[in-house]
């Protein structure tokens, strides 16, 4: 039913204090307070930013549509991709009953151990900045609200709800504010998200220099400021700062903040001008004209054949290929291929943390593989494991809630090993809640199992009444669950073949945190790999044509609310590496990992490719790309260090710098990150800025400016032509650099400032224009506080990678420009 949209002043007006204060904090963990006496309606939100969960759990849920990870669409390098992925996420939120999704992720990869690497776009604040403005204007166009994240300086995950990002101004405006500043002027996003962080010693969500005075003086912002969840941390000065809406609800912060508002004219109009906000997002959202049904119950899980071909397009789009020595790749359609490694037949399609949902399907390496090839013509082993945790069972489990005597008030039926709470049955209370889960355990056959359990709170596992896991009365906090769970509690038991009756018990455990409570339990359950599985992986590979071992990690190791473990692969995957390699020499690496690691085995293999998660369709996407019906269209977002030493944040005595000491991280490194920094340090990158083949050759010549000199206030095009020399029809990214060749204050050897996405077929060639205007040109000068652009000498390098810039045009800049931010 359509409602009239009502005139926003007007129904301002119309609320009490009391009511316009109850809409700036949510309803619950996903909605915002309706008011029925106005008729305004509660807005739902979902966490994305690869998909629309809704709001269910963090686990099951309604099914959606996973798409690619955030670094795996920042490496097809391609604007008008992801335009289509925010259009289709739009109709996916649509079907969860959400208006607003909160996505994209647009911080930068400063350290290659930041555990939330998978889900950003680039190292680089240019590419970061176009590919998250053709996101949110898709997503936007489609009715649902863009909640562009994490503003700012949320670069690791270490201490992240208290520590100071303690950055430069010019590191702070060049860099970190640059994609931010770029989204908010060029695609108008309806709502942002402050970050847990404080920023030189003042928490985001409190400080007026970066809420009010940059994003929305500066920048002209006019959309709604919502907290991270939990991140709020007082009542009037968060509000007065400029930060609208507390989430996730009933209110912590703001528990007081009517009495503020009723002793403090200045509070009392910043609770006018926020809940303004919080109606015009309402508004923008079409909500008011159409309101959504927002329960759980309503959410639709439907699955529609457009979405999976964008989301396997975007899929081999993103994959790199990074080796293909003497043209191993693409795979003869004939081919007789050894599918090896701990990814190989699961589907890693989806980082950890708030990013993971219940997807579709999640199509594994082997299943993309024989279904292209035929299953005569595949064969599969798994050689080793690379899980940081038992693997969850698919399993019934009956939730009894217990009264204080212990007696069953209320009972649940789940499915799956590991449940969350975010909702709990009628006539059971958060501050007692107690749970009995009763599950079944089946063993094939007789012999030692692996068991585990973790949990946000006690738990304890008990199997056919004998306890085999205590993590109740020694409870220690860990990395788990945000940081709000344990560490995993390993145990083995023997167990008959059968079905064996397992009861774990659990029970909250108030943590001492700045962030909203969780609960949460997860059990783990498994038999030991055998001892021959590495062995019968060598032999399998060599009995193949081709070896195709799928390495790397998952969203266990790569994950919100816990950083990186470090660069080596889990487990023996480099042994697996290195010991199918001896046995078969046309031996393909397929690596997903949601960043850089290192590869000790790279000079021997012929063939590697650089996956990361690709969303629901990886193995179909992977297949593609393998047999040559895609071409590997990705180009790295991230430079890809040969050592961690080589990583800018990480010198000798690193702490400080990385991860941080004293509730401080130091930006020392301030400018150089990422090729700037390799760049700077003199360092060879295992991989480049930028790199990637193609399965054909690109050509670029005739690079031409528009003027060879500009002046102040001007702009200036750089036209090149880009022919396919090869025989094959092929995806390369034209790559444009600019140097400052005499700057009063000291920059990078030289800052990406354009870039194009070319699909060419065969001996065909095409004109790419790019254009660059006076921010292209300028720095920031933090004793000006103004942007400079100097009089002088500048060199334009062009070509297709970081590392490949063949092509240099020099422009000259007539006189000094600058310009107040």
């Not at 991860?659 to 920094?677: A, C, D, K, S, T």
């Not at 060879?684 to 206030?713: C, I, M, R």
Request: hydrophobic residues 40%; glycine residues 10%.
């Amino acid at each position: 039913m359509t409602t009239p949209t009502p005139d926003l002043s007007t129904l301002l007006d119309q609320l009490t204090l009391d009511e316009q204060i109850s809409l700036l904090a949510g309803a619950d963990a996903w909605r915002t307070v309706a008011i029925p006496r106005l008729s305004i309606p509660a807005l739902k939100v979902s966490d994305g930013p690869a998909g629309v969960r809704g709001g269910g759990a963090l686990v099951g849920g309604t099914p959606t549509a996973a798409f690619p990870v955030g670094i795996s669409l920042g490496s097809t390098w391609n604007v008008e991709l992801l335009r289509e992925v925010g259009v289709s996420l739009a109709r996916e939120a649509h079907d969860k009953g959400a208006g607003v999704l909160l996505a994209p992720t647009i911080n930068l990869f400063r350290s290659t151990l930041n555990g939330r690497n998978f889900e950003s776009y680039a190292e680089d604040p240019f590419l970061t900045g176009k590919l998250a403005t053709a996101y949110v204007q898709g997503l936007q166009s489609g009715g649902v609200s863009a909640t562009v994240k994490h503003f700012i300086g949320n670069e690791s995950e270490y201490q992240r709800n208290s520590i100071s990002s303690d950055i430069p101004e010019r590191a702070l405006r060049e860099l970190y504010l640059r994609p931010f500043e770029m989204v908010v002027k060029d695609a108008q996003p309806w709502a942002i998200m402050s970050s847990y962080n404080k920023v030189n010693g003042t928490y985001v969500s409190e400080s007026p220099r970066l809420l009010s005075e940059i994003l929305r003086d500066e920048w002209g912002f006019d959309g709604l400021i919502m907290s991270d969840w939990g991140g709020t941390y007082s009542s009037g000065e968060s509000l007065r700062a400029g930060l609208d809406l507390e989430m996730p609800g009933p209110s912590r912060a703001r528990t007081n903040l009517l009495e503020e508002a009723q002793n403090d004219p200045i509070t009392r109009q910043a609770v006018h001008r926020a809940a303004g906000e919080v109606l015009r997002l309402i508004e923008r959202t079409e909500t008011f004209a159409h309101p959504r049904d927002v329960s759980e119950a309503a959410e639709k899980g439907e699955e529609r054949p457009d979405t999976r071909a964008l989301i396997r397009r975007a899929g081999a789009e993103g994959t790199v290929l990074l080796k293909n020595k003497d043209g191993l790749l693409p795979l003869p359609a004939c081919a007789s291929v050894a599918v090896i490694g701990p990814n190989a037949d699961t589907g890693q399609v989806m980082g950890g943390g708030s990013a993971q949902m219940s997807a579709h399907r999640k199509v594994s390496p082997l299943e993309g593989l024989r279904a292209a090839l035929g299953k005569n013509r595949v064969t599969y082993a798994q050689g080793c494991d690379n899980a940081r945790f038992l693997p969850t069972l698919d399993a019934a489990i009956e939730l009894e809630y217990l009264g204080a005597d212990g007696q069953v008030i209320a009972t649940e039926q789940r499915r799956g090993s590991e449940v969350m709470w975010f909702a709990l049955p009628k006539g059971v209370s958060a501050d007692s809640l107690h749970v009995r889960l009763n599950l079944t355990l089946s063993a094939p056959d007789a012999g030692d199992y692996d068991l585990s359990l973790y949990s946000a709170g006690l738990s304890r596992l008990s199997v056919n009444g004998e306890e085999v896991i205590d993590n109740w009365t020694n409870w220690q906090a860990g990395s788990t669950y945000f940081a709000f769970g344990s560490d995993e509690v390993r145990a083995s038991r023997f167990l008959s073949a059968g079905e064996h009756h397992a009861v774990i018990e659990f029970k909250p455990k108030e943590v001492k945190h700045s962030v909203a409570s969780f609960s949460a339990v997860r059990l783990g359950f498994r038999a030991p790999l055998p001892e021959t599985a590495f062995a019968e992986a060598v032999r399998i590979a060599g009995e193949a044509e081709y070896a195709v071992v799928c390495v790397g990690t998952t969203g266990e190791w790569e994950t919100e609310g816990v950083d990186r473990w470090g660069l080596d692969l889990p487990g023996q995957q480099n042994e697996l590496v290195s010991a199918v390699l001896a046995a078969n020499p046309r031996t393909v690496v397929l690596l997903q990992t949601g960043g850089p690691v290192l590869m000790p085995w790279l000079d021997a293999v012929p063939a590697l490719l650089q996956g990361w998660f690709p969303g629901q369709e990886a193995g179909h996407a992977f297949a593609d790309v393998l047999l040559g019906i895609a071409d590997p269209g990705g180009r790295l977002p991230q430079t890809f260090v040969a050592r961690l030493s080589d990583d800018p944040t990480h010198p000798e005595t690193p702490d400080v710098q990385y991860p941080g000491e004293n509730g401080h991280v130091e930006y020392r490194e301030g400018l150089f990150i990422g090729y700037r920094h390799a760049d700077k340090a003199g360092t060879t990158p295992l991989f480049a800025f930028g790199s990637g083949l193609s399965y054909t050759t690109f050509e670029l010549s005739d690079a031409a400016l528009s003027a060879e000199q500009v002046e102040p206030g001007e702009s200036v095009s750089v036209s090149v032509t880009v022919r396919n020399t090869g025989e094959r029809s092929g995806q390369t990214v034209v790559q444009l650099y600019l140097r400052d060749v005499a700057a009063s204050l000291e920059r990078p050897n030289k800052e990406l400032k354009g870039f194009a996405k070319v699909s060419l077929p065969a001996g065909e060639s095409q004109t790419v224009t790019l254009k660059l205007d006076m921010r292209s040109l300028a720095y920031f000068d933090d004793t000006q506080n103004a942007w400079v652009a100097e009089a002088g000498d500048f060199e334009i390098l062009l070509g297709q990678s970081s590392a490949e810039l063949p092509i240099k045009l020099k422009l000259k800049l007539s006189k000094d420009w600058s310009a107040r931010p």
